[in-house]
């Protein structure tokens, strides 16, 4: 009932800067929350950055914190990610999440087809 589509990847290098933008489609009223995640296929996945449309700040990774900024849509549902100083550590496939009021409990329920971002050095 809720969708999710991100787009913004691709290939930069090392230092430079990509912006990913995330689309909720659907019934986004049920929305609570999104974030953003990473994964490198072998590895765990790691969240980058979340926040709530009910009044909570947003929270960043350490990993991320200084260099990659949030930005709220004017409509729920909608946000973007811009990622600077990128380094090649940043290379992953990163994924737009949603959780909603119903999965509030148990975490992100909804996830977007992911975007694949390379940093060369």
């Known amino acids: 009932q809720v969708q999710l589509v991100e787009s913004g990847g691709g290939m930069v290098q090392a230092g430079g800067s990509l912006s990913l933008s995330c689309a909720a489609s659907g019934r986004t009223s049920d929305i609570y929350a999104m974030a953003w995640f990473r994964q490198t296929p072998g590895k765990e996945r790691d969240t980058v950055a979340a926040f709530n449309w009910y009044g909570g700040d947003i929270n960043y990774a350490d990993f991320v914190k200084g260099r990659f900024t949030i930005s709220r849509g004017d409509v729920k549902g909608t946000m973007s990610l811009q990622m600077n100083a990128l380094k090649p550590e940043d290379t992953a496939v990163y994924y737009c999440?949603?959780?909603?009021?119903?999965?509030?409990?148990?975490?992100?329920?909804?996830w977007g087809q992911g975007t694949q971002v390379t940093v060369s050095s």
């Open positions: 999440a949603a959780a909603t009021f119903a999965a509030r409990a148990q975490g992100y329920d909804v």
